[in-house]
Structure formats: C-alpha cells, structure tokens
C-alpha cells in the first residue's frame, strides 16, 4: 500500500509528531510504504508532484519540533478549477496513491471532501490552535498555543501593573473563542472578549474605570473574531484564491481606540500573532499528537477511509470527513468555563 501525507492549512505545535506516528505505525506493519507531499495539496497540484519518501530515520528526532517538516500552505486550492483537479488526478495515479493522510484544520478537510471526485481516498487527523473543529473536543497545539498566550499574559501584567495601563492583548482563534478564552483563565486576564459573545463598549469602560481607582491595571484578553455589538468584524486582508479567504486581525488596535477616550490610564494593545502558532509542543500535545497520527494510521490499515480522528468524551475515535468539512465548533454560551469564569469576576464584557 502506498501512502501520501500531507499537512494543510497554518501550522501548529504537534504535527511533526503526527507526521512521526502515522510513518512508524505504517512503516511497522510492514506492508506500507509512506510519501511525504510538500506543502499541503500544493504538493500534487504541480506538473511534477513535489513528494519524498518517508523513511523510519526521515520521522526519527522530530517529535518535539514545532512547525512541519513537509511544509505547509494555507492558499492551495486543489478544486479551485478543472485543469487544476486534473493535474492532482494525473499526480496521484502517477504517484500510485491509494490514500493520503492529511493533517489540517476544516479548511484542509472541506477539500479532502471534496477531492472524492476524482476517487482520493483521504483519511483525517484535526489540527488547529483554534481548536475548533467539528466533533474533536481537544485538537492538538491548542495546548501549546494556550501555554504560549498565558505567559504572554503574565509578561504584559508585570508592566501593566508598573505602568498602571490598560494592557489588551489580541489572540488568534478565528471565529472561535477557545485560544482567547482559556488563555485568558490560564493567564489571569480581568476582561476575554469572544468571537461568540459581542461585548458592549460601556460595560468595559466601566470595569477598567473601577479598576482605575483600585488595582490601577486592566488586562483585557481579545480574540481576533470578537466584535463590539453593532459593529463588523475587523478583517486584516483578503486572499481570494484560498479556501478561507478572510483573515482577521487587528480587533484590539480598533478596541483600543474606543476606549482610550473613556479612562484616565494609557490604552496599549499587543497583537501576538503568529508567535502563537510556533514552538515546540507541550507534553500533552505530544502525546494527542501521537495518537492521532497512531490512530490516523489504523485507518488506513482497516480501510475505514474518508474519516477524520476525533476525540470526544476523552476518547480516541472517528467521524465521516464529510460530517465536520464546512463546519466549526464555537464556544457554546451554555459553556460551564463561562460561568466559572463569571462566577469569579471575569467579565465577558455582556451589557
Ligand atoms: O487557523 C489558524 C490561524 O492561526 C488562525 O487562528 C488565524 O486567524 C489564521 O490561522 C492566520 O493565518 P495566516 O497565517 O494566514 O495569517
């Protein structure tokens, strides 16, 4: 059997250990012979594929690296037309591919879907710092980005606090609140400001105008999808051609203006970008890591293609691909990590 593996969409912490799991378990049931494919579908779109092959020593030395040592694109769009389709049909059957793993985030999944059209059988394994993917309580790299954020947090309150500033500080996540929310828990934030929850520009002045008199600082922890009630989403830039075109950023430069005005304290914002995405992966991601990519690998070995690796209720199972591509796992607003969070004055920034 011959197997591609590929990783799609932004990197995370852990897929260096997915890629390690998947090739060893192939490689030790003896009958397998593993294909690395460079930069996510870009990799098969190409005249001539761009692939290596995976060998035990190759994945051997990797587990604890960050990013992914077959590369990566968040852009390449294999159904973008019909010539490109095509091109990734002729490649694969040059290739003689019976499947591929791919690694990525409901971006990479919509087009593993998608990509049944010309009979390539994919199997899934969810990535994401922004954890938000269908069916998967906990995908990996979260952990890591979450550690990132929160000391991220702890650095800004000791100026915050010598300073007597209002510190906003903008996390990654997309249009999922879970990077802002638990980093925000995790790293002692006074406000998280959500993509699911639109805050109301008084209730926050009103809470750093307190604070003001008091402890004299503010954190206020902002994901990127968050937007003031009334107001749009702030969007960064546009890449048409991607299968996600919308980027965003740039929420706590627009908070930051709002509410500056209100307080007496200086307003600052520090947007943590792609710091978030880097780094080598924590002890829990490793191992998450390590048993998707072991269970990605089973998969393939009992033919239940066109599934994806899950976890839910704390165990490792799968889903059909076509039941999380096009879809996203928000923050519930029943979530009980809300209402810990309120229960212990975090304010959500609700009118
Ligand atoms: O989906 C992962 C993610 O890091 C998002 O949190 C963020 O909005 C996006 O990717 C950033 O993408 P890029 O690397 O293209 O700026």
């Known amino acids: 059997m011959r197997v591609g593996v590929l990783t799609g969409?932004?990197?995370?912490?852990?897929?260096?250990?997915?890629?390690?799991?998947?090739?060893?378990?192939?490689?030790?049931?003896?009958?397998?012979?593993?294909?690395?494919?460079?930069?996510?579908?870009?990799?098969?779109?190409?005249?001539?594929?761009?692939?290596?092959?995976?060998?035990?020593?190759?994945?051997?030395?990797?587990?604890?690296?960050?990013g992914t040592i077959l590369g990566t694109s968040?852009?390449?769009?294999?159904?973008?037309?019909?010539?490109?389709?095509?091109?990734?049909?002729?490649?694969?059957?040059?290739?003689?591919?019976?499947?591929?793993?791919?690694?990525?985030?409901?971006?990479?999944?919509?087009?593993?879907?998608?990509?049944?059209?010309?009979?390539?059988h994919c199997v899934g394994v969810p990535k994401t710092i922004d954890n938000d993917i269908a069916n998967c309580e906990r995908?990996?790299?979260?952990?890591t980005a979450v550690a990132t954020v929160a000391e991220s947090l702890r650095r800004i309150e000791n100026t915050a606090m010598s300073h007597h500033r209002v510190m906003i500080v903008e996390t990654m996540g997309r249009h999922a609140g879970w990077l802002a929310l638990e980093s925000g828990i995790a790293g002692a934030a006074d406000i998280i400001l959500l993509p699911e929850i639109d805050y109301d520009l008084q209730t926050i002045i009103k809470v750093c105008q307190?604070?003001?008199?008091?402890?004299?600082?503010?954190?206020?922890?902002?994901?990127?999808?968050?937007?003031?009630s009334g107001q749009n989403l702030?969007?960064?830039?546009?890449?048409?051609?991607?299968?996600?075109?919308?980027?965003?950023?740039?929420?706590?430069?627009?908070?930051?203006?709002?509410?500056?005005?209100?307080?007496?304290?200086?307003v600052r914002t520090t947007v943590l970008g792609h710091v978030q995405r880097g780094g080598d992966p924590t002890p829990f991601d490793r191992v998450l890591a390590t048993q998707?990519?072991?269970h990605a690998a089973q998969l393939v070995?009992?033919?239940?293609?066109?599934?994806?690796?899950?976890?839910?209720?704390?165990?490792?199972g799968s889903v059909a691909i076509a039941d999380v591509a096009n879809t996203q796992r928000t923050v519930p607003l029943d979530s009980p990590l809300l209402t810990m969070a309120r229960d212990i004055g975090i304010c959500f920034g609700e009118a």
């Open 210 to 228: 307190k604070r003001e008199q008091r402890q004299r600082y503010t954190i206020i922890c902002i994901g990127e999808g968050a937007k003031e």
């Open 292 to 294: 998707f990519g072991h």
């Open 301 to 316: 070995l009992s033919g239940r293609l066109g599934h994806m690796v899950t976890l839910q209720n704390g165990r490792i």
């Open 139 to 143: 995908s990996f790299g979260f952990d």
């Open 9 to 66: 969409g932004g990197d995370c912490p852990g897929l260096n250990a997915v890629i390690r799991a998947v090739t060893k378990s192939l490689i030790n049931h003896g009958q397998c012979e593993v294909l690395g494919i460079a930069d996510g579908f870009e990799g098969l779109m190409g005249k001539k594929p761009h692939v290596k092959p995976l060998s035990w020593d190759e994945v051997s030395g990797i587990l604890h690296l960050g």
């Open 234 to 266: 702030t969007v960064r830039e546009r890449i048409e051609a991607s299968p996600d075109p919308v980027r965003l950023g740039g929420v706590g430069h627009v908070l930051r203006e709002r509410l500056q005005p209100h307080l007496k304290s200086e």
């Open 74 to 120: 968040n852009s390449a769009n294999p159904l973008r037309d019909e010539a490109t389709l095509e091109q990734v049909e002729r490649n694969v059957r040059a290739l003689g591919l019976d499947v591929v793993v791919v690694i990525g985030g409901d971006g990479t999944m919509s087009l593993a879907h998608g990509l049944r059209r010309i009979g390539l």
